[in-house]
Nanobody, 126 residues
Framework: QVQLVESGGGLVQAGGSLRLSCAAS????????MGWFRQAPGKERDFVAA???????YYKDSVKGRFTISRDSARNTLYLQMNGLKPEDTAVYYC????????????????????WGQGTQVTVSS
């Protein structure tokens, strides 16, 4: 059964940190690419970061140097470490998985991902 379950969201002050987790079923975690997206109120769901099975990572420019995506194969879990949080990072964060390889320039497109979690709210106060 395919399943992605996010956790770790919450309320934090600007400059603070949070670590999001995405627990995946074994089949989902074997995906070629896993990623994090976020959706702020009234806005589209946007790419944040992605990681391929070989460990290569990709980030949205605005989070480079602040966010780190990683995956733990022993725990079938995807992480997003978020440091230096800003109010503009406030959104619902979703993890996503794509089972098959794709070119790096498509990783930011929502439509290429096969499975999605239900989301976890991150709120950053100023």
């Amino acid at each position: 059964q395919v399943q992605l379950v996010e956790s770790g969201g919450g309320l934090v002050q600007a400059g603070g940190s949070l670590r999001l987790s995405c627990a995946a079923s074994r089949r989902t975690f074997s995906s070629n690419t896993m990623g994090w997206f976020r959706q702020a109120p009234g806005k589209e769901r946007d790419f944040v970061a992605a990681i391929r099975s070989g460990g290569i990572t990709y980030y949205k420019d605005s989070v480079k140097g602040r966010f780190t995506i990683s995956r733990d194969s022993a725990r079938n879990t995807l992480y997003l470490q978020m440091n230096g949080l800003k109010p503009e990072d406030t959104a619902v964060y979703y993890c996503a998985a794509r089972l098959t390889p794709t070119s790096y320039d498509t990783l930011g497109r929502r439509e290429i991902y096969d499975y999605w979690g239900q989301g976890t709210q991150v709120t950053v106060s100023s």
